[in-house]
């Protein structure tokens, strides 16, 4: 969303810290072992580009040959934001990045190539037709937003999460509203051709409904937002929240690892890399908890930079620096997402190719191993070992080499990438 988050806030937690896995099962990349890699198929000023969906389209071809698997597509219907993040008429797919026609189109040629394409659901609140809450295409009355909401007209149960003033809190809680959303993400499947979820503001309800929501649309792929505060000097409690939110959803979506966003800028901003390493010698964020449902990530259209373009810049990471987060994600474990504006707009595509390429090359999934062999103030340094082979990388100012019998795939200032 568009909420700015405070880095470096506290988080207190009543329960123990630790990995409660889900035993669920998820059909698809979240089972583990997945090579996925997505490509975020816009940022905060895509709108400015009409139609949008047409510059998408354009690259599908190119897409498909740097060795993204899923683009992740904005909010595709009528919004009173042009962004798409205030829904309003479900069932209508015109909006600021183009028609319904030009989005099917767009959809149509990725899965020419072989690309998946991920809808944002944005399904926590929603924007009256005319006024406050005269829902239509679904209609709903003052039953559907939860009490205590701004609309002092709401009557439905109370808030299963955090507030979000700008719109109407949907009551998850109705069995009509459930029914209809429902209904809506398969018409999305089966009409516009979406493939699977990445659902906004997940704080905003309970994640036992994206769950059901899941297991009533079998999407290919699914992913959370769940952004909360970040403290620093102590993570577990961050991506503690994170592997909850998971559990919550039966094990039915991944979710964005905004604690390897978190401790990654600031290693390479201050040169603290020991933060990557956690006590029990695995990688700190998310990743190092439950990485076959963990979605890494650099920057996206709410935390990047709004200069040279793009982004909100609620969160971004250090612009000068931006090579060196991608060759640590797309090295480890997790689902990498590539910003579009990093991709496109910064001139940095052959050099994140180069590391997508590497990665397939050596079979280097979402549950691979990681060996970090330096953590320190100076440097970072991690073996993975894929399925056909392993990747090492190197990150900071300091000197590292994996040793004989490796060969370099790509390098810039600060880091570098070889395989074996």
């Known amino acids: 969303m568009f909420a700015k988050k405070v880095f470096g806030g506290m988080l207190s937690l009543s329960w123990a810290l630790g990995l409660v896995a889900s035993t669920a099962a998820f059909a698809g990349p979240l089972d583990g072992n997945s090579s996925d890699v997505m490509l975020q198929g816009f940022h905060w000023r895509s709108t400015e580009t009409y139609p949008w969906w047409g510059v998408v389209q354009g690259k599908a071809s190119d897409i498909k040959a740097s060795g993204f698997t899923m683009v992740w597509f904005p909010p595709s219907g009528d919004s009173a934001a042009k962004e798409g993040y205030l829904p309003r008429q479900l069932y209508v797919q015109n909006s600021s990045y183009g028609t319904d026609a030009q989005l099917k189109s767009a959809i149509g040629s990725l899965h020419t190539y072989g690309v998946k394409a991920i809808a944002d659901i944005v399904v926590n609140h929603r924007v009256g037709t005319t006024n406050w809450a005269d829902f239509t295409n679904p209609t709903w009355g003052s039953w ?21 003033s700008a719109a109407r809190d949907l009551d998850h809680t109705n069995g009509t509203v459930q029914s209809d959303l429902k209904g809506w993400m398969n018409w999305l499947k089966s009409s516009i051709g979406y493939d699977g979820w990445r659902y906004d503001y997940v704080k905003g309800y309970g994640g036992s409904y994206v769950g059901g929501y899941n297991s009533a649309t079998v999407p290919y792929f699914s992913v959370g937002e769940l952004w909360t505060d970040l403290n620093l000097n102590d993570v577990n409690p961050h991506r503690q929240l994170i592997m909850n939110w998971i559990n919550a959803t039966g094990g039915n979506s991944g979710a964005f690892d905004f604690t390897t966003k978190g401790i990654l800028q600031q290693a390479v901003q201050y040169n603290e ?69 990093h991709f496109y707009d910064w001139g940095h595509a052959a050099a994140i190719k180069s590391l997508i390429a590497a990665r397939k090359e050596k079979g280097v999934t979402s ?52 395989k074996k």
């Open 367 to 418: 549950t691979s191993a990681v060996s970090i062999q330096a953590a320190d103030t100076s440097k970072y340094a991690a073996i993975i070992t894929g399925n056909s082979g392993s990747l090492a990388m190197k990150i900071g100012y300091g000197s590292w080499s994996p040793g004989t019998g490796w060969t370099l795939v790509n390098s810039g200032t600060n880091w570098a990438v070889w």
């Open 273 to 341: 890399f020991w933060r990557l390493k956690a006590s029990d010698g695995k990688p700190q964020g998310a990743i190092g908890w439950w990485p076959a449902k963990s979605v890494t990530f650099i920057d996206n259209h709410d935390t990047g930079p709004s200069s040279p373009s793009g982004g909100q810049n609620h969160w971004p990471f250090p612009s000068d620096k931006v090579m060196q987060g991608y060759a640590y994600i797309l090295t480890h474990p997790g689902i990498p997402c590539v910003y579009w504006v």
């Open 144 to 164: 559907s937003v939860v009490k205590g909401d701004e609309w002092t007209s709401a009557t439905g149960n109370y808030d299963t999460g955090d507030g979000f």
